[in-house]
Nanobody, 115 residues
């Protein structure tokens, strides 16, 4: 079992930045990887970013060049630095962890972007 606590959301003006954090309840060494989804009202869930245990990253097309995912293995934490935010980035962001055979998700953190 893995608990994920995601945080860092808030209200930001377009063009601004936010950093989300996701802390896992145990060592992430055995994970396949961790990342973030987002979901806005009336829209499908969208993969934002993923980082494997080996450090390979993958980004959704809409955030490439603006968002960066990183991890601190010592703290079992993954970060999502979001820059040049746009109104269309507004959503609930959910951290997730992929462990062999299972996927766990955080409770979500709201990101609101004002134009």
């Amino acid at each position: 079992q893995v608990q994920l606590v995601d945080s860092g959301g808030g209200l930001v003006q377009a063009g601004g930045s936010l950093r989300l954090s996701c802390a896992a309840s145990r060592s992430t060494d055995s994970f396949i990887g961790m990342g973030w989804y987002r979901q806005a009202p009336g829209k499908q869930r969208e993969l934002v970013a993923f980082i494997s245990t080996g450090g390979i990253t993958n980004y959704g097309d809409s955030v490439k060049g603006r968002f960066t995912i990183d991890r601190d293995n010592a703290k079992n934490t993954v970060f999502l630095l979001m820059s040049n935010l746009k109104p269309e980035d507004a959503a609930v962001y959910y951290c997730f962890a992929q462990v062999f055979g299972m996927e766990y998700r955080g409770q979500g953190t709201q990101v609101t972007v004002s134009s």
